[in-house]
């Protein structure tokens, strides 16, 4: 069995993400098959339940209310909404639900009491419910486990030190107490970022240093390629390159082996080749529907479609450890 460290090193680090690229595959791929049911992919579905107007300045977001996008500001939507929308994306094949509002923090108001009982009705599905509402407290954690939320979403987006490139209007040090409310408050954590924002390698490199000596490694580490807007200060930015991509998830799935590595935002520019390799790169979780909160993503048939060439199917939901009996829409495979 694959030793778990949370003491891995920067030069540790960067020696696997610079080795070469096909050996690099191949040693993700057999840590990969070694923890993990290689032709499981775990299908979520990103619902955004409040849209825009997000006081923050993070220069990727359509949703910041400072930056002049295609995006509506939109209120809270209602509890029964989600829950059609929860209903259509288990009828489709995802086990994960997860619900994200543009804020920059939960605040203990009418609007939070309505997303606990989103997340009381969506647990109540069989899906596995997750959230992503900005900062939390460990209070506030605490609610939102005792609803049935089963996991958060808060993303470090990119190394310590080019963070303040990317976003001034919170600090670093903020979203690893937020992470730390969550996993004091039993919740798993969903935690990756975000690359092709001008960074340097050694800046994802340090991301991922910090992700992998946590106390506890992130249950799931999504990592997204920039899908630029235009409107926000990043929206020339070129387009990453699948290598960048297998590169990260890779190295990511070689020092976080038990850990779900989605293939997240980015992927309606790939090939279904590209996916391909990410795949055999050791990513077994992606977004399904089409859209990821305000930008596009792949249409359900293109990866029931994808998920039949590959010879790929729907990873089951667990609850603790615990497989619940739920059924949902297992995508056929070729033989």
Known sequence: MTEIRNNWTREEITEIYNSPILDLIYRAATVHRANHDPQEVQVCTLLSVKTGGCPEDCAYCPQAARYHTDVKVQKLMETQEVILAAKNAKESGSTRFCMGAAWREVRDNKDFDRVLDMVKGVSQMGLE????????????AMKLKDAGLYAYNHNLDTSEEHYDKIISTRTYDDRLDTLENVRKSKISVCSGGIIGMGESHNDRIGMLL????????????????????????????????????????????????????????????????????????????????????????????ADKEMFQILNL???????????????????????
């Open 210 to 301: 910090t992700l992998s000596t946590l106390p506890e490694h992130p249950e799931s580490v999504p990592v997204n390629a920039l899908v630029p807007v235009e409107g926000t200060p990043l929206e020339d930015q070129p387009r990453v390159s699948v290598w960048e991509m297998v590169r990260m998830i890779a190295t990511a799935r070689i020092i976080m082996p038990k850990a779900m590595v989605r293939l997240s935002a980015g992927r309606v520019r790939m090939s279904l080749e590209e996916q391909g390799l990410c795949f055999l790169a050791g990513a077994n979780s992606i977004f399904a529907g089409d859209k990821l909160l305000t930008t596009p993503n792949p249409e359900v048939d």
């Open 313 to 335: 199917k729907p990873r089951k939901a667990y609850k603790d450890g615990q497989e619940p009996h739920v059924h949902f829409e297992q995508i056929p495979m070729r033989g």
């Open 129 to 140: 419910v997750c959230c992503t509402l900005g900062m939390l407290t460990e209070e506030q």
